[in-house]
């Protein structure tokens, strides 16, 4: 069986990034795999709803299953402005859900996951709830 390149999409605001990307070093150097999946973290529910959104899941699939050579072919794919794709597409970028490769003078984003997992409830201790009786 096969591994999947899974990409995870959640909200933890408790992870300090640094010191978790320090003990991937570590582990790394003593010759040890990750064994984990890439992830993004937001801070809070907004946040990630503001990236990851209708628009954002419909690139996504368009990039996977049409594989277009460039950010003017996908927006013209998804039916929007070339400006506005090519901003969303650069907030991907920066995140690490997409990558770009040059095909000639073009950018051609790459969704390079096999999935993606939202997990978009908090693991905040602040949110503890009671059960009614």
């Known amino acids: 069986m096969t591994e999947q390149n899974v990409l995870v999409v959640t909200v933890d ?12 070093i570590q ?16 801070p809070n529910e907004s946040q990630l709803t503001d990236v990851f959104n209708e628009r954002t899941y419909t690139l996504l699939r368009v990039i996977r299953d049409e594989e277009p050579d460039s950010i003017r072919e996908t927006a013209r794919l998804v039916g929007r402005d070339k400006k506005n794709v090519h901003e969303e597409l ?18 051609k984003p790459v969704f390079p996951y096999d999935d ?3 997990s978009p409830l908090a693991h905040d201790s602040g949110d503890e709830a009671t059960a009614a009786p």
Do not use: H, Q
């Open 90 to 107: 650069t907030t991907l970028e920066a995140l690490g859900v997409i990558r770009f490769e040059a095909v000639g003078r073009a950018k």
């Open 27 to 42: 582990t790394l150097k003593e010759g040890e795999s990750l064994n984990r999946p890439a992830t993004v973290r937001f």
């Open 116 to 118: 993606l997992v939202v």
């Open 13 to 24: 605001n408790e992870t300090n990034p640094y010191e978790e990307g320090l003990e991937a």
